[in-house]
Nanobody, 116 residues
Framework: QVQLVESGGGLVQPGGSLRLSCAAS????????MGWYRQAPGKRRELVAT???????NYADSVKGRFTIARDNAKNTVYLQMNSLQPEDTAVYCC??????????WGQGTQVTVSS
């Protein structure tokens, strides 16, 4: 089992920044893939960024160059640094953890609203 708790969402103006955090209930080094997904109203959930246990990262084209996924192994926490935010980034952002051969786990999500 893995429990995930997100934090850091909120309201920000266009061009602003936010950092989301995802705290895991166990060592993230034992988790094969950690990722961030988002779902805007009326839209399907989409991948934002992922990081595998070896450290390689993957980003959606829409966030490349603006968002960065990182981790703190000692704190069992994965972060999503979001810069140059735009209204189209408004969504509920959810943390995901995949343990291959076992299960996929989700956090409860955190709302990010980009608006002037």
């Amino acid at each position: 089992q893995v429990q995930l708790v997100e934090s850091g969402g909120g309201l920000v103006q266009p061009g602003g920044s936010l950092r989301l955090s995802c705290a895991a209930s166990r060592s993230i080094l034992s988790i094969d893939v950690m990722g961030w997904y988002r779902q805007a109203p009326g839209k399907r959930r989409e991948l934002v960024a992922t990081m595998v246990s070896g450290g390689s990262t993957n980003y959606a084209d829409s966030v490349k160059g603006r968002f960065t996924i990182a981790r703190d192994n000692a704190k069992n926490t994965v972060y999503l640094q979001m810069n140059s935010l735009q209204p189209e980034d408004t969504a509920v952002y959810c943390c995901n953890a995949i343990v291959v051969g076992l299960a996929s786990y989700w956090g409860q999500g955190t709302q990010v609203t980009v608006s002037s």
